[in-house]
DNA sequence: AATGAATGAGTGTTCATTCAT
DNA sequence: AATGAATGAACACTCATTCAT
């Protein structure tokens, strides 16, 4: 019966709406702050439909962030960083970094949120685990063939160059808004988010350099 | 004893008590999860109290957050980073930083909760856009003196730095969460820490470089 | 029995317990008086219940004093004032406005806290409006057909004849235990409230006399 | 020691402050929604003193009621309705109710505030019921003179009669707010007080002519 | 006489979750 | 698969009143 294919799709639409419309009121309001009937609301789902398919709120929680962190994570491997030459590549990997932040922003909110519960949500996560490793790998491959190019300087290591190149731009955006009123210079104009780009690449070559 | 009911009648210190235990909620729990009655109880007050003095749990976060930026950039001035050789009082600046948000690890949290909410209890606070200027003050210094010595390049915007040297602290620290979970290493070992404040201080020492 | 089960998931009927329990409550207690607790108690409701059904307190008071509005200007209506001869129209009229408020002692209270509060939570009602129209068009017909008549004198204001008669009975009512202490009689003995009426309906048949 | 005669007159000054605000506060919110701090800070008191000189909120609010109560009365007796003629007296006291309402709202909020209590603050004031048997007296005079002198018909209940001229000012009053909104006409305008001042005058005389 | 500090018991309101269909 | 009705526990906040001086 067809019937019976157009339910399985709509199951699978309610859910995916459900999804998206959670990860949107997580990364507003954080977990405590998110409320279940305003997610089913804007997922155009019934409330009971969350407790179906994904068990509880905190449920729902980890299963956001197991889609935001695999989005960025295949969207990096997308890059294909390997193909480029080693400068090349980490420059594009600083800029996407950069890019992906300012193009999610709910992102940031949710690693915050997952944090500030310290991490309990991230457990479980065996996909989550493999994706990094290999994302960590990645970085490590440019090192070396920065390295083996005479390009970049030996030594450096992977797991920190990462969390710097990471830091320098999620710091900046995940706090633009103490840092707009505290330092009275707006931190979201085109012009301010050009410098911290440029800024952040002067640093990291400058840091790799051999 | 007298003194024991004495100190209960002392609204200076009752009002003191209440801050210090909302700190410590507030940057446990964020401003939604934190609970008012917790706080009372932990500041060994009355829940009334806490709305005597403060107004409101919004306001009383207000108060948390500009007690605690006023902290960091109090010891900041204290550094007297002016009296120190540039390229030592760079070092000095980013050791502080990060031993700063480690000593007090609830001003990373509380931050971060104040630009979950977009930071509007920040917003009316004028002292610490004062404080806040000051700082950047005393990095452009050290930058002018560094470049007059010889021992820094000229044309580093303060600004820009300032971010970066809180940025490489900051992120490791509010993420050793997920950092521990997901790249499978502990962040918070001393090794581990020792290692991150060596690559942050070769890093920007690197950046500044003449 | 499922028939109680039944009925606890009927929202129509709840709805209506819980307007029948408020008006008794906010009639008994006034809008400040009356607790939000004892009124989703005595509806046999849950306390959550009111907020889905009307908003908050204040909402459901709204609600409570359109219902009971309503209520008098329908029975006024049920009267058929315009099938009886002028002056019979007339002495029923004060009969019914007497007998209702003596049946109704909660329209009265409920009025009064309308009041109390600047009657506010009443501008929103248009039904309201309109059913207060027909009511003074149906004495200005009966005042108009007495003339025609004979029997009543002309010139006499539709609007301020209602209120004088609203007023004789209303006022009587609504100080009865103020009167009853300070004038040392009781104003609520079957006696006493003969009395009343009949004092009120030969004032208001001496007021329109021809 | 003159110290002592200014320290008991401003015992006396602050028990009238703390009277005069708790009339005003008890009539704008009534008993129940009146603050006993709103009372202390308007009466420029400490919150202390307002139990200290009437033992709590509710015995407050009793002689608030005391007061006002015997303001009206004191200042119906000063009237000297006596020495006018009758139908002169008449007029004058129904004018006189009339004005006092007008002229102290705070009254009819305070008496519909007893009333909604059931007037249990009322009952132990052995003062006012005597001023109420004195002024019950007033109006029978008043109509034992107009009789005599023909102008008046007899056998006019002076209880019932007083009852009428304190409704047709009372309820137009306290019911302006309704009235005005559901009738959409404003019962405060200069004409308007003026239209019902008349239509009651011409009311009670028409009630009591011979 | 006067006061600022403190409190316990409640207020209206909200929430994540389960029930019945 | 989907839904509207219902709930208990908790939440921020308030109040009349008392304490300590």
Redesign the pocket.
């Given at each position: 019966m067809q019937s019976t294919k157009a339910?399985t799709r709509?199951?699978e639409a309610?859910k995916a709406r459900i999804l998206a419309a959670a990860k949107i009121e997580f990364a507003r309001l954080g977990l405590g702050g998110?409320?279940?009937?305003e997610i089913a609301e804007k997922a155009e789902?019934?409330?009971?439909?969350i407790?179906?398919y994904f068990g509880?709120?905190?449920d729902l929680f980890t299963a956001v962030l197991e889609d935001a962190y695999l989005d960025i994570r295949t969207a990096e491997q997308e890059l294909q960083l390997d193909e480029l030459p080693p400068d090349e590549g980490m420059v594009t990997l600083i800029k996407f970094t950069w890019d992906y932040y300012l193009d999610h922003p709910e992102f940031i909110t949710l690693v915050n949120s997952a944090n500030l519960h310290k991490g309990k949500h991230l457990e479980k996560s065996d996909k989550l685990k493999t994706a990094s490793r290999r994302y960590i790998a990645t970085i490590q491959s440019l090192l070396d063939r920065g390295v083996e190019a005479g390009v970049f300087r030996s030594g450096i290591d992977a797991g920190q160059l990462n969390i710097t190149i990471a830091a320098i731009g999620y710091y900046y955006l995940t706090n633009r808004f103490s840092g707009t009123i505290l330092f009275e210079r707006d931190y979201m104009t085109k012009e301010a988010l050009d410098n911290r780009l440029a800024f952040n690449i002067d640093t990291i070559m400058r840091v790799v350099a051999a």
């Open positions: 339910r709509d199951a309610t998110a409320r279940v009937d789902a019934n409330k009971r439909m407790y179906h509880n709120k905190e």
